[in-house]
C-alpha cells in the first residue's frame, strides 16, 4: 500500500462549481498533515494544514479522520487561478511524505 | 514574508561531473530539507538536517550525496559522478521545527544531466 494515495484526476470543472479532493494515508502515527499546492513546475507551496476539529480557510475547507486515515480537501466557488495540482501531506516522526496530487483544472 | 531561496534555478550539467546546489533557509528556522521531484513525478525525500548534522536520509541519498552548512546561512547539496537519472528538481526546504509547523519550499533547481 502506498504510503499517500490520493484520488488520481485529472479534475475539469467549471468555474464557480464546488470540488472535493481525497486523500488516505498509511502510516497510523502520522501526526501532522497539510494540503500544498503545486504549479506546473513550480514549488510546492503550503494551502493549509489540517486540523482533527477541521477547518476552513475562506473558500477551502479541510477534514481529518485519524480513524478512518483519511484527509479531504473542498474547494467552494473554484476559480480559474485554482488550477493546479494538489498535494496531499503527512507528517510523523519522519520527514514530510507526499502523495503524486491530483491536478484541478478549472475551466471559464 | 521570509523565504527559502534557491540557486541557481537551472544546471545543465555533463554525466560524471559534479554539482553543487545551494540554498539559503528562511533565517530563523532550524531544520533544513532536500527533496527531489522527477518530471512527472511525486515529490521525494532526500535528506534532513539539523544541529550542522544529518538528522535523517531516504535511500536515495547514498554515497553519491552529501550536505553541508559550510556558514551560517547557506545549506548545500552535493552530487557527485552525476548520473542521467539524477535529472529532476531539487527542492530546499526548512521549518522551524515545531510539531504541526509545515516546512517552507524554495522554487527549485532544475539540475538536467546530458
Known amino acids: 500500500r502506498k504510503e499517500v494515495e490520493q484520488d488520481p484526476g485529472p479534475f475539469n470543472v467549471p468555474e464557480g462549481a464546488t470540488v472535493a479532493f481525497n486523500c488516505t494515508y498509511s502510516n497510523s502515527a502520522s501526526q501532522s498533515f497539510f494540503w500544498y499546492r503545486q504549479d506546473c513546475r513550480k514549488e510546492p507551496k503550503l494551502l493549509m494544514s489540517v486540523y482533527s476539529s477541521g477547518n476552513e480557510d475562506g473558500r477551502f475547507t479541510a477534514q481529518l479522520n485519524r480513524a478512518s486515515q483519511y484527509i479531504s480537501l473542498l474547494i467552494r466557488d473554484s476559480k480559474l487561478s485554482d488550477s493546479a495540482t494538489y498535494l496531499c501531506v503527512v507528517k510523523g516522526n519522519t520527514p514530510l511524505v507526499f502523495g503524486k496530487g491530483t491536478r484541478l483544472s478549472v475551466i471559464a | 514574508e521570509p523565504e527559502v531561496t534557491q540557486t541557481p534555478s537551472h544546471q545543465v550539467t555533463q554525466m560524471g561531473q559534479e554539482v553543487i546546489l545551494r540554498c539559503v533557509p528562511i533565517?530563523?528556522?532550524?531544520?533544513f530539507y532536500w527533496y527531489r521531484q522527477i518530471l512527472g513525478q511525486k515529490v521525494e525525500f532526500l535528506v534532513s538536517?539539523?544541529?550542522?548534522?544529518?538528522?535523517?536520509k531516504s535511500e536515495i541519498f547514498d554515497d553519491q550525496f552529501s550536505v553541508e552548512r559550510p556558514d551560517g546561512s547557506n545549506f548545500t547539496l552535493k552530487i557527485r559522478s552525476t548520473k542521467l537519472e539524477d535529472s529532476a528538481m531539487y527542492f530546499c526546504?526548512?521549518?522551524?521545527?515545531?510539531?504541526?509547523?509545515?516546512?517552507?519550499f524554495g522554487d527549485g533547481t532544475r539540475l538536467s544531466i546530458l
Open positions: 533565517s530563523n528556522h532550524l531544520y
Open positions: 538536517f539539523y544541529n550542522n548534522e544529518i538528522s535523517e
Open positions: 526546504a526548512s521549518s522551524s521545527g515545531l510539531l504541526g509547523q509545515p516546512q517552507h
